[in-house]
C-alpha cells in the first residue's frame, strides 16, 4: 500500500494536456516571421526591366561543320565537344533542330536579357516596312503576263506526262500480247501444267 500512496502524484493518464497559450504564442511568432519573408521577397529592389524581342543582327551557323568527322573526347572542354555550343548559356546541344529551339527558347532570351514579349508596331513603321520592301524588290520583275505563260507551261508539261503514260500503257499491252505460247508438252515437263487437275 505504500507503493499506493508514492503514485498519488504522478499523472500516468498518458493523454496529452494542451496549453492554449503556449499554442497561440507559437501561432503568432509564425504569422510574424512570415510577415518578414513577405516585405523582404517584396523590397528586394526594382524588378528587372529586359528589352522586347528583336531580330537576330547574324547568320545562324548550321552547316559550317556538316560532313566533317570529330574525335569526341571526355575531358575536352564543352566549346570542343559534339554537337552545338552555345557560349551565352554555356551548354551543348546534340542536333540542329535543338539547336534551333534553343537560340529562340525562353532560357536563352532571357540570358541575353530580353523579355519573350514582342513590341508593338505602330501603322507608321508598319507603312515604312512596307515602303522599303518595295524598293528593295526590283519594279517589273513579276507581271499577269508572266503568270498567264507559266500557267500555259505547266499545263503543257502536264499534257506530256499524260501522254508519256498512255504510251508506256500500250507498250505495256503490247509486251503482253507478245509473250509466245509455251507447248503444253514442254509445260507438262516442266511442271507447270496440271497443277489441281489430271490429264489421263
Keep these: 500500500m505504500a507503493s499506493s500512496n508514492n503514485a498519488l502524484g504522478v499523472d500516468n493518464t498518458f ?8 499554442y497561440l504564442e507559437r501561432a503568432r ?20 526591366q529586359r528589352k522586347p524581342l528583336k531580330h537576330r543582327d547574324y547568320e545562324v551557323d548550321l552547316e559550317s561543320r556538316l560532313g566533317k568527322t570529330q574525335v569526341v573526347t571526355p575531358v575536352a572542354p564543352l566549346s570542343q565537344q ?5 557560349s ?3 551548354c551543348v546541344v546534340k542536333d540542329s533542330a535543338n539547336y534551333l529551339d534553343h537560340i529562340n527558347g525562353k532560357k536563352h532570351q532571357r540570358a541575353l536579357g530580353m ?29 499577269e503576263q508572266d503568270l498567264d505563260e507559266r500557267i ?9 506526262r499524260k501522254r508519256q503514260r498512255r504510251e508506256r500503257k500500250k507498250e505495256k499491252k503490247k509486251a503482253a500480247e507478245e509473250e509466245p505460247e509455251i507447248d503444253p508438252d ?4 516442266m511442271g507447270f501444267g496440271g497443277f489441281g487437275s489430271s490429264k489421263k
Excluded: N, T
Design 29 to 48: 511568432e509564425r504569422e510574424k516571421q512570415e510577415a518578414e519573408g513577405r516585405s523582404k521577397s517584396q523590397s528586394k529592389g526594382p524588378a528587372v
Design 115 to 143: 523579355s519573350m514579349r514582342v513590341e508593338r508596331a505602330s501603322l507608321k513603321q508598319v507603312q515604312e516596312r512596307f515602303e522599303q520592301l518595295k524598293k528593295r524588290k526590283p519594279p517589273g520583275s513579276f507581271s
Design 186 to 189: 514442254v509445260a507438262a515437263m
Design 152 to 160: 500555259i507551261k505547266q499545263q503543257e508539261e502536264e499534257e506530256e
Design 15 to 22: 493523454r496529452k494536456k494542451f496549453d492554449r497559450e503556449e
Design 88 to 90: 551565352v548559356c554555356e
Design 82 to 86: 559534339a554537337g552545338y555550343f552555345c
